[in-house]
Nanobody, 132 residues
Framework: EVQLVESGGGLVQAGGSLRLSCAAS????????IGWFRQAPGKEREGVSC????????YYTASVKGRFTISRDNAKNTVYLQMNSLKPEDTAVYYC?????????????????????????WGEGTPVTVSS
């Protein structure tokens, strides 16, 4: 059974940092992508970042580029999202998803509501609150 479990969320002041983790288990293939998405209260889900598990390629949306870093620890089957210089507008529930390939993950960053086919597993989310 495929599982994704996020952790690391919490309350932080503006300008601070948090590192989110996405622990993956149950995968039989290593050719997929992990995406981070977020959903603020009353808003639609939006894409944050993608990482390819096959070659380590990464992609960031404009709102987080330069502040967030996605990385992986293959030995721990865990993908991280290091979030620096946090802003109040980063407040949201953060979700990780295992999607069917890097290109599909990147496409989904701009259309989180659209399923491009293939792998589509999501975690339960971890809340992040950035106070001003």
């Amino acid at each position: 059974e495929v599982q994704l479990v996020e952790s690391g969320g919490g309350l932080v002041q503006a300008g601070g940092s948090l590192r989110l983790s996405c622990a993956a288990s149950g995968f039989t293939s290593d050719d997929y992508a992990i995406g981070w998405f977020r959903q603020a209260p009353g808003k639609e889900r939006e894409g944050v970042s993608c990482l390819s598990t096959s070659d380590g390629s990464t992609y960031y949306t404009a709102s987080v580029k330069g502040r967030f870093t996605i990385s992986r620890d293959n030995a721990k089957n865990t993908v991280y999202l290091q979030m620096n210089s946090l802003k109040p507008e980063d407040t949201a529930v953060y979700y990780c998803a295992a999607l069917g390939g890097f290109a599909k993950c990147v496409a989904r960053l701009t259309r989180p509501d659209r399923n491009y086919g293939g792998m589509n597993y999501w975690g339960e989310g971890t809340p992040v609150t950035v106070s001003s």
